[in-house]
């Protein structure tokens, strides 16, 4: 889940761009993989900014990526693609791959402004927009390389038009990319940010993105995540000390403010 008005707080709503992800490995060997696939669903975009969607494979180059193949795909309005993105020195520099084409869907009902945040534009699960890829290895890649954080999942989108510098969201503790780097610094100085010792967090430890290991109802627009789940202000101002619970269970969410 992503705010997208970082580094502000805009509403704080965090239905931005909602994605469910599976990601599976594919083994040579116990401690070897050859492979790897990831699946999206993507539940709703609530954001008007032209974020796209991009992920990082912090502990893999470019130069070690073999091919991307495309397997099921629904419900896109277009032509939906996966495509590497070259930063140049691709033995050097991590894999950087950007989601082309899944903002759109062909069930997303008349009238309605938004991807599946609007109270009455509801879309059905099954119409939701799905697809996966497989990313192929030159050689096998050292399984420690693909723990669960060295896939930096972003939104990104260029700073000026043509530019191929990126204003990239991620979650905290992730760094930009190469794109995202020079960006990410200048909007340090005079924000809430300009004390934070953690990348993509604030002074305060609040966020712009959350991954949940569960499925979670998304807010309708313009509704505070934090009145939708009233715990997850104190989870999130604690550096996740305290209020661990604050997703499960029908008492720690406010229906009012949730998409069915």
């Given at each position: ?63 070690q990526i073999e091919s991307i193949d495309r397997g099921e ?188």
């Amino acid at each position: 889940m992503f705010e997208d008005l970082w580094p502000s707080y805009g509403d704080y709503d965090f239905n931005d761009f909602v994605a469910n992800y599976k990601i599976q490995l594919h083994l040579q060997n116990k401690n070897k993989v050859m492979a790897v696939h990831i699946g999206l669903y993507i539940n709703a975009i609530g954001g008007s900014l032209p974020y796209d969607f991009y992920l990082q494979l912090n502990n893999v180059t470019g130069g070690q990526i073999e091919s991307i193949d495309r397997g099921e795909c629904e419900n896109f309005g277009g032509d939906a693609k996966m495509m590497w993105v070259d930063p140049g020195e691709s033995d050097k520099n991590p894999a950087i791959f950007k989601f082309d084409g899944i903002r759109s869907n062909i069930h997303k009902p008349e009238g309605s402004i938004f991807l599946n945040t609007e109270k009455g534009f509801e879309i059905e699960q099954s119409k939701l927009g799905r697809i996966s890829y497989m990313i192929y290895f030159r050689n096998a890649i050292d399984l420690d390389n693909l723990n669960f954080d060295s896939f930096n999942f972003f939104l990104g989108k260029p700073i000026a038009e043509g530019s191929n510098e990126l204003q990239e969201i991620h979650f905290s503790g992730q760094e930009p990319s190469i794109f995202g780097r020079n960006y990410y610094n200048e909007k340090l100085t005079n924000t809430n940010m300009d004390g934070s010792k953690k990348w993509y967090s604030s002074n305060t430890n609040i966020v712009w993105a959350i991954h949940i290991p569960t499925s979670l109802y998304h807010t309708t627009e313009k509704s505070s995540f934090m009145k939708a789940y009233p715990k997850f202000e104190k989870w999130i101002t604690t550096g996740g000390a305290e209020a661990t619970d604050w997703y499960i269970g029908h008492e720690n969410r406010n229906p009012e403010y949730l998409m069915k």
